[in-house]
């Protein structure tokens, strides 16, 4: 039951995709990359579901989408940093990323276990990244950030990696040795439910070039 019912809260990624799907012609190109991370959770969330069930393991599913997921958001956060003098910067955080993943599941052969380490370090540096960005637009807006879309976003991306942190801490102590680790690896999915609730409001407050009130922010410095 346990396995159906984190099955079913984590396929709440569809309401952000269904938020995607009818405002796509006013969303701005910008943010397609989250749009295409969105599909492939979706897909990722599908195969692990499938693995769990024939194989009891979803390992080389998460560690897979770990990797997609950790270079499209890194790519995401460059193109909403607008800044040249930045690209430098993503690209050695995403050689990094790519050596450490490559490091932990090819050089050590365990793509078919768990392992926190590559998932703790892109979390941190995610976390990072997005707490930068929030701070730059609240120095540089005077706007309500409450309805910008990379606002939101961002402080999902903050809230979920943290909460990542703790998760992988957590399992790596074992569920069977502390009732806390237990609490927090069981309220992951309902983490995630609630995240997807936040990416659907910034879908939602997404705009194009002329109709998005942030535009401004990506295209004027």
């Not at 999902?156 to 569920?175: C, D, P, T, V």
Request: proline share 3%.
């Amino acid at each position: 039951m346990g396995v159906v019912v984190n099955f079913i809260l984590s396929e709440a990624i569809i309401i952000p995709i269904i938020v995607a799907l009818i405002r796509i012609k006013k969303i701005d190109k910008i943010y397609y990359p989250l749009l295409i991370l969105l599909l492939i959770g979706i897909l990722s969330e599908l195969a692990s579901f499938i693995c769990i069930n024939a194989f009891k393991t979803n390992a080389p599913v998460i560690k897979i989408y770990s990797l997609v997921e950790c270079c499209i958001i890194l790519y995401q956060l460059y193109l909403w940093k607008n800044a040249v003098r930045s690209r430098p910067m993503f690209i050695v955080l995403g050689l990094v990323c790519v050596i450490f993943w490559v490091i932990e599941t090819i050089v050590f052969k365990n793509i078919n276990t768990f392992s926190p380490y590559f998932r703790v370090f892109y979390a941190f540096v995610i976390v990072l990244l997005c707490i930068n960005q929030i701070n730059a637009m609240m120095f540089y807006q005077n706007a309500v950030l409450l309805k910008n879309p990379v606002f939101i976003i961002c402080l999902a991306f903050i809230i979920l990696f943290l909460y990542q942190i703790i998760y992988e801490a957590s399992y790596f102590i074992g569920s069977d040795k502390s009732e806390v680790a237990n609490k927090i690896i069981m309220g992951f999915s309902y983490l995630n439910f609630f995240i997807y609730l936040m990416c659907a409001a910034g879908i939602y407050f997404m705009g194009g070039s002329k109709n998005d009130p942030y535009s401004h922010y990506f295209n004027g410095r």
